[in-house]
Nanobody, 126 residues
Framework: QVQLVESGGGLVQPGGSLRVSCAVS????????IAWFRQAPGKEREGVSC????????YYADSVKGRFSISRDNAKNTVYLQMNSLKPEDTAVYYC???????????????????WGQGTQVTVSS
């Protein structure tokens, strides 16, 4: 069965870095794109980044471009989100998701995704 499990969240000071992971099972990253979303208290879920299955093309929301980096390790069935220069407004629960398709087209539309992880909390605070 399809499963996604996030890990690596925590408390970090403004300007710091954190890497969150999404370990997948029940399917292969060779054929499925993975998206990262986040949801802050009182706000809607926001698409943050996506990586395709075919050529590893990456996509980022304007709010994180230049600070966040998405990557994957197909051998480990894991996708990573490296977050640098973190700001208090990056505080949120971070989720990974997939629709088992290869593309990141319209990745920010959460209704496209059938499978979600449970989320990992990232808190940026001094």
């Amino acid at each position: 069965q399809v499963q996604l499990v996030e890990s690596g969240g925590g408390l970090v000071q403004p300007g710091g870095s954190l890497r969150v992971s999404c370990a997948v099972s029940g399917f292969t990253l060779d054929y499925a794109a993975i998206a990262w979303f986040r949801q802050a208290p009182g706000k809607e879920r926001e698409g943050v980044s996506c990586i395709t299955s075919s050529d590893g093309s990456t996509y980022y929301a304007d709010s994180v471009k230049g600070r966040f980096s998405i990557s994957r390790d197909n051998a480990k069935n894991t996708v990573y989100l490296q977050m640098n220069s973190l700001k208090p407004e990056d505080t949120a629960v971070y989720y990974c998701a997939t629709d088992l398709g290869p593309s990141c087209e319209d990745y920010g539309l959460e209704g496209l995704y059938d499978y979600w992880g449970q989320g990992t909390q990232v808190t940026v605070s001094s």
